[in-house]
């Protein structure tokens, strides 16, 4: 995430801006933004409930600029969750 989180709001969302190298496929950019949204959610003490790209701009030579946000959700062990229990078990 770079230092310009929007912190704009939409009934509940919570929206992040991230860059990303412009080359980067469409289907990886929408992976790795799912994953960095799971990961603020998580530091955050919040469960995702939903996920959505809001835009994506040209931001500087070889770099675009993703907007991506969460709308939290009620308590629940999901696939992030579970994988993340996983592999703390799995390391003891």
């Known amino acids: 995430m770079d230092g310009n989180s929007s ?3 939409i009934v509940g969302w919570q929206f992040f801006d991230f860059s990303l190298p ?3 496929p469409r289907h990886e950019a929408v ?3 799912r994953q960095r949204i799971l990961t603020v959610a998580n530091d955050r003490g919040d469960f ?3 996920f959505r790209i809001d ?3 040209a931001y500087t030579e070889g770099w675009d ?3 991506a946000g969460y709308l939290p959700g009620p308590p629940r ?3 992030f969750q579970r994988h993340m229990t996983e592999v703390r078990a799995s390391s003891r």
């Open 7 to 9: 912190g704009r709001q």
């Open 22 to 24: 412009g080359e980067m």
């Open 31 to 33: 992976q790795e933004l």
């Open 48 to 50: 995702v409930g939903g």
């Open 55 to 57: 835009r994506r701009e």
């Open 65 to 67: 600029r993703w907007t």
């Open 77 to 79: 062990i999901g696939r």
